[in-house]
């Protein structure tokens, strides 16, 4: 981890303090937002202690390129409870970023999931053989995943790492990292968790996927940071990791005929376009050929990072 790193200044992820500003947004426009698109309305309290000004900057990071809003306060537990209530916010069941992972893990691995939500992952994982825990601070999220069995701690990373040092072949965590308002004690502290040799896996949400996609939870208190393909690598540096690689999920249909529809409206009906583009074994071909023409991505991005053995 690099020696200039202050908590609190500048970049979350690099320390350096130039920054561009890429836009300005009022608090109380944000929440208004959240209400209009979820139906949920926050408890002033809650508002107050989670509105640090009456406006906040998303800055771009003139040394890694990362985008983060300053000032900005995470979310935190009574927030994600609030949401949940509303039924703003539901677990996923499968996504993208399970497969990806699971590909590359063997059974009999130990494996530990960061934020592992409703243990939807560590089910998929247990069906394959893979022996894994989990780490949940919500407890509605972690009270689902043990009624399916699983281990989970409600413990911090920070927290959980230093009782079980250089433990498991993969630690994993899918969409936290953009939540968190100091990622490095994170990621420090998952590499920590990790044998020599054991691969760390982490998915974020991709800024360079179409605008349309962008929601009220794109902004604090939801999300604190947005990150494109670059700054992964970056990540992986910091680690001083053996190796690592990156994976860009690929649009879904909906997104590519969404942006099909944009550049030529009217041109062919989305219907007969759906029809051809869903005929297997054509869908593959054509998404393919269609995502790099368009320059379309898909919601995530996925990187592997590999300690030193
Ligand atoms: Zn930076």
Known sequence: MSKHWQPGTGCPLCGDVAFAVRSRIAFDRIWEWYGEEWGVTFSPQ???????????????????????????????GAFHDELIAANASAYVEDKWDFEQVLSRVSPGERLLDIGAGNGAFLAKAARRGIVGEGLELNHVGAGMARQRGATIHMETIEAFAPTRPASFDVVCSFQVLEHLKEPRPFLAAAWAA???GGRLYLTVPNRDRPAEDLTSFEHPPHHLTRWSAGQLPALAEMLEAASSRVEIEPPSLHQILLAMRRRRPGSVPVKILSRILTARPLAWL??????????????????????PA
């Open 46 to 76: 809650l508002r107050a202690s989670l509105t640090p000004a009456e406006v906040t900057e998303l800055r771009r990071c003139e040394g890694c390129g990362l985008d983060y809003f300053s000032p900005a306060i995470a979310g935190g």
């Open 194 to 196: 990790l044998k020599p």
């Open 286 to 307: 054509w998404t393919g050929a269609l995502t790099r023409r368009m320059g379309l991505c898909g919601h995530s991005l996925l990187v592997e990072i590999v300690k």
